[in-house]
């Protein structure tokens, strides 16, 4: 079936540090990613919805400056916190779509962000 | 506007016994798409079942099965004789489009008990 890894699993670095997490998708093509993010005992929220070759696309409340996304392939896509803070602090995860756009989306593993 | 409903936040069983788990969701669409996910302690998500709006019949695959009920708008999912191993967040969530994020539920938290 289809892949979807995503990486590294577990960060924890130091306020001010940048941080990037890969997604990238092992056995299709994928022309949109999305990417969550799920604070503990919360639900997943979706932050932006990545498409291949384009700008990424905010939801509301989402910092873009902040959170730089990048999908400048077919099979990957990346998510830059700059400047990480401890309310950055978060399980992000990410997931991708097949070409054609059928569901269900593909998830990754999620990557836990810990921000001292 | 697009909503999931997890009414229940915890539930507690013994193993053996049947739980079903609730969702009701809001959409202004005729054609939507519904999906249950399973999150272990790890945190990956575990996709169980995707279900469109067309689709009403009821769905079975081994101890699960999932009650989809346009009517009232729920989309159930039922565990019979639970495990310890189906301790989890169960989430529903409610695609508009085909290529649309997911809008989730906020989960309902599932402890079977030996």
């Known amino acids: 079936g289809a892949v979807v890894s995503q990486h590294p699993s577990w960060v924890i670095c130091k306020s001010g540090t940048s941080v990037k997490i890969e997604c990238r998708s092992l056995?299709?093509?994928?022309?949109?990613m999305f990417w969550y993010r799920q604070f503990p005992k919360q639900s997943l929220m979706l932050m932006a919805t990545?498409?291949?070759?384009?700008?990424?696309?905010?939801e509301q409340g989402v910092e873009k400056d902040k959170f730089l996304i990048n999908h400048a392939s077919l099979t990957l896509s990346t998510l830059t916190v700059t400047s990480a803070h401890p309310e950055d602090s978060s399980f992000y995860i990410c997931?991708?779509?097949?070409?054609?756009?059928?569901?269900?989306?593909?998830f990754g593993d999620g990557t836990r962000l810990s921000i001292l | 506007a697009q909503k999931v409903t997890q009414a229940q936040t915890e539930i507690s069983v013994v193993e053996k016994e049947d739980v079903t788990l609730d969702c009701v969701y809001e959409?202004?669409?005729?054609?939507?798409?519904l999906f249950w996910y399973k999150q272990p302690p790890s945190g990956e998500l575990v996709f169980l079942i995707r279900?469109?709006?067309?689709?009403?019949q009821n769905e079975i695959s081994g101890r699960y099965s999932w009650n989809f009920q346009k009517s009232t708008s729920s989309f159930n999912f039922t565990i019979t004789a639970s495990q310890v191993v189906d301790s989890a967040v169960y989430f529903c969530?409610?695609?508009?489009?085909?290529?649309?994020?997911?809008?989730f539920g906020k989960g309902t938290t599932l402890s079977v008990s030996s």
């Open positions: 997931s991708a779509l097949e070409e054609g756009g059928n569901q269900p989306q593909h």
């Open positions: 990545s498409n291949e070759g384009s700008k990424a696309t905010y």
């Open positions: 969530a409610l695609s508009e489009f085909p290529g649309t994020a997911l809008i």
């Open positions: 959409t202004r669409d005729t054609t939507y798409y």
């Open positions: 056995d299709f093509q994928a022309t949109t």
């Open positions: 279900r469109n709006s067309f689709d009403e």
